[in-house]
């Protein structure tokens, strides 16, 4: 039976929703070659940051706390973790959230900022990086 992330959340719980998260990122890996973005959380669960390391490059996509609520409130789903919250809310989660999760986005491989390239432009510099990292 197939579930909405919202339903995994409310049927069963963050926890129980980080370890399929584990689950599909090493099942994932296995898919060469590939782009994969996750979510926020899903580096800092389950030694995930470590794995991801291991099987390839990793991106932070560093982002302000304006820009990141502005994409939420544009979702066409509201995420689980924000049910409920007013804008205040919402943007102090944010930034307690961006605190708490800045030591496993930082072990990534290379961090970026956003928005402040252009799209095309942030791709280029990534790849750059990247074959500079595989050409080493």
């Given amino acids: 039976m197939r579930k909405t992330i919202g339903d995994i959340f409310r049927e069963d719980g ?15 890996s296995n898919t060469k ?4 973005a996750v979510g ?9 940051i470590d794995y991801m390391n291991e099987c390839g490059f990793t991106v932070y996509l ?4 304006s820009f990141i609520y502005n994409r939420l409130m544009q979702a066409k789903t509201p995420r689980p973790l924000l049910q409920g919250l007013n ?3 919402i943007k102090a989660f944010i930034e307690q959230k961006l605190e708490a999760r800045k030591g496993f ?9 956003v928005p402040s390239k252009e799209p095309k432009m ?7 990086a990247y074959q500079k990292a595989i050409y080493k």
């Fill in 14 to 28: 963050e926890a129980y929703f980080r370890t399929i998260e584990a689950k599909v990122i090493r099942e994932v």
């Fill in 33 to 36: 070659p590939a782009v994969v």
């Fill in 40 to 48: 926020g959380g899903l580096p800092c669960y389950h030694q995930n």
């Fill in 62 to 65: 560093q982002a302000t706390t």
């Fill in 87 to 89: 804008q205040l809310q």
């Fill in 105 to 113: 986005y930082l072990q990534c491989n290379m961090v970026v900022d």
């Fill in 122 to 128: 942030l791709v280029n510099k990534v790849v750059l």
